[in-house]
């Protein structure tokens, strides 16, 4: 019997998922998530099953979930029932339906994961051929028919972490790719923000800005694009904003709610957070304080301090903002499944 008819090997999942086997086998040991079958008793053969549970947990992790919590929820995904198609042959695994895609996903769904890795290839062979065109194509095409975000969750973050490791684990080597293919990412949520329904609203605005030292604007400007295709108004600061810049840009703009982006906990400045968000504006007698999103995985480890939340992914994001103007938060589309984190 062929090797297929086991699963395949723990070298090739690595390279399918573009990471090294020396990851696939720690989220085994660390988290529980092998495969379900092990080959002799001791080597590790991946199934289709097993590998989705992996797809999961990348795509978790990417979002910004810490590992353990994105294996946990990998692996209770893998035991949750599915409905299959009946009448299989007598002692063959039952195959999963697969969903039809619609148009603009509803609340729970996704792409199915074939289309998510389809797309996202093809995202990906487009950026190391540094096809400019074929990108901005890509891109435009995922937005409109998949919508903002299951387009980013789904296929920009995925690509650029792929994208990402590789050059990570070349010797600097593709750099040039990932600068191409964030310019380009950044061009499309930068388009669909500008895209949205007019914002001539005089409500207070949203603030967004990335902490000082920190440069990973992608999951703001994703942030940005989702509220100005709600019609919500924003103000958006960019990358390493320093702090008595935020400090005045609060003031001055008195927004109902601040979103500070941070990648990594060398960045996350709790103080400049808790700041933020004790600064009053507003007439004496009716002063309002900004609701303070603690957004990205920087911000973990600590509970958010009074005044600040800390959304697990865009669409929580979606739903915390959309609630403070009266709007519900059942109209923000789901993940499907960071992050950013596309760490980026």
């Not at 902490?211 to 400007?221: A, D, F, I």
Request: net charge positive; with cysteine; proline share 10%.
């Amino acid at each position: 019997m062929s090797d297929t008819a086991h699963g395949i090997t723990t070298g090739a999942v690595a390279r399918r998922l573009g990471v090294s086997p020396t990851t696939v086998r720690s989220w085994d040991q660390r988290y529980g998530i092998g495969p379900a079958v092990r080959a002799d008793g001791r080597h590790r053969r991946w199934s289709p099953a097993d590998l989705a549970v992996l797809d999961e947990m990348c795509r978790l992790t990417a979002s910004g979930v810490p590992p353990a919590e994105a294996a946990k929820a990998a692996r209770q995904a893998r035991t949750s029932a599915e409905p299959t198609v009946p009448d299989a042959a007598p002692g063959a695994p039952a195959a999963p339906v697969v969903p039809g895609r619609t148009r603009r996903p509803g609340p729970g769904e996704g792409l199915p994961r074939g289309d998510v890795r389809r797309e996202a290839r093809g995202l990906a062979r487009a950026a190391v051929r540094l096809d400019g065109p074929a990108m901005e194509r890509l891109l435009q095409e995922a937005l409109a028919e998949h919508g903002l975000v299951t387009a980013w969750q789904e296929i920009m973050v995925p690509t650029l972490h792929a994208v990402g490791r590789t050059w990570e684990s070349s010797g600097d080597r593709y750099v040039e790719v990932e600068h191409l293919l964030s310019w380009h990412v950044s061009t499309a949520l930068r388009r669909a923000a500008v895209t949205g329904p007019a914002t001539a609203s005089p409500a207070a605005p949203v603030v967004l800005a990335c902490v000082p030292g920190e440069q990973h604007t992608l999951p703001l400007e994703a942030l940005a694009a989702g509220l100005a295709e709600r019609g919500l108004p924003t103000r958006m600061f960019g990358a390493a904003v320093p702090a008595e810049a935020l400090d005045a840009a609060v003031r001055r703009s008195g927004p109902a709610a601040v979103a500070l982006w941070s990648q990594a906990r060398s960045t996350a400045n709790h103080a400049l957070a808790r700041h933020v968000a004790g600064t009053a504006f507003g007439v004496r007698g009716a002063r309002t304080a900004p609701l303070v999103l603690l957004a990205g995985p920087g911000w973990l480890g600590r509970p958010p301090a009074p005044g600040t939340v800390r959304p697990t992914g865009l669409p929580e994001a979606l739903g915390v903002i959309s609630r403070l103007y009266g709007q519900p938060a059942e109209s923000t589309e789901p993940y499907g499944q960071p992050a950013v984190s596309q760490e980026d």
